[in-house]
């Protein structure tokens, strides 16, 4: 089992910048992917961004991959989302989540955290 947890969420400005932290705790060295994921209110959820432990590869979303970075932090054991250049359409709920199998978005994302506000306007 394994848990993410978020922080960093927040208001923000139109053109401003945000950095969102996860967290994973429980199994981790089965961790396969962890990924950034969105939803605003009416849409789907999206996936945003991604980073595997496995080979520290990373992929951005092209909609947001300009404006956004995702890494791993060593020192605080957290997978960050830099969001830069914040748009008003950026607005939603951002969802980290742990793959235990690979770093697919059409694979099982088996762990969710609780998920995190992001609000620019």
């Known amino acids: 089992h394994v848990q993410p947890v978020e922080s960093g969420g927040g208001s923000v400005q139109p053109g401003g910048s945000l950095g969102l932290s996860c967290a994973a705790s429980?199994?981790?060295?089965?961790?396969?992917?962890m990924g950034w994921f969105r939803q605003a209110p009416g849409k789907l959820r999206e996936g945003v961004a991604r980073y595997s432990p496995v080979d520290s590869s990373t992929y951005i979303d092209a909609s947001v991959k300009e404006r956004f970075a995702i890494s791993q932090d060593n020192a605080k054991n957290t997978v960050d989302l830099q969001m830069n250049s914040l748009k008003p359409e950026d607005t939603a709920m951002y969802y980290c989540a742990a793959n235990m199998v690979s770093c697919s978005w059409l694979s099982t994302w088996a762990y969710w955290g609780q998920g995190t506000q992001v609000t620019v306007s």
């Open positions: 429980g199994y981790t060295d089965g961790i396969r992917c």
